[in-house]
């Protein structure tokens, strides 16, 4: 079960938490405030060259090509998706203290482009073989993931057929993974 390791903690019991700067002014109404529904996904097969700098839009541009059909590609998917607030694992420490020791994180994308060739892939999603496979998310205004992007637990598609007569075709990408803490970000490439 992979671990994903984004966080830098101190190591020792004598070692302090440091925490960095943030903004002076916080109730400044000029901040720029995104939408944070997931937008992007990208997946990244075993054997495929991931991005040299992931924070390069231009980069992203030869990592990426949907059309490519022999896993030497990342495939980048636009849904409309979600982050759950992790699952933690917490860990009693003493005097009454706890640790959170690992997050399990889910990230949920549905998208209704169910072309024939869109399908045949989903359907391939469907075998759950998360082998090498990593993935990088991205909202209006973020990319998260980081350089080496993030190892997956698990990865399923759902296909549903609903009865009702106002509903459409549309399938819910699942992809699971854990990790310390949530991983690094930039501005969006997309």
Not at 169 to 187: C, F, K, M, N, Q
Request: proline share 6%.
């Amino acid at each position: 079960m992979p671990t994903n390791n984004f966080l830098t903690c101190p190591s020792g019991c004598d070692d302090p938490l440091t925490l960095p700067a943030i903004p002076v002014e916080q109730d400044c109404t000029k901040i720029t405030i995104g939408k944070s529904q997931i937008s992007d996904l990208v997946l990244l097969p075993s054997g495929a060259t991931g991005p040299t700098d992931w924070t390069d839009s231009g980069d992203w541009a030869t990592v990426i090509d949907n059309a490519n059909a022999n896993n030497t590609k990342a495939k980048h998917l636009v849904v409309i998706g979600a982050v759950a607030e992790p699952e933690k694992v917490i860990v009693p420490m003493p005097k009454f203290k706890e640790k959170t020791v690992n997050r399990s994180y889910t990230v949920t994308g549905r998208t209704m482009n169910l072309t024939n060739e869109m399908y045949e892939f989903l359907r391939v999603l469907q075998c759950g073989d998360v082998s090498g496979l990593t993935f990088w998310y991205g909202n209006e205004l973020h990319l998260f993931g980081g350089q080496d992007g993030i190892l997956l637990k698990s990865i399923d598609v759902i296909l549903p057929l609903s009865d009702a007569a106002d509903a459409f075709e549309e399938a819910t990408i699942t992809l699971v993974y854990e990790a310390d803490g949530d991983p690094e970000r930039t501005d969006t490439v997309f």
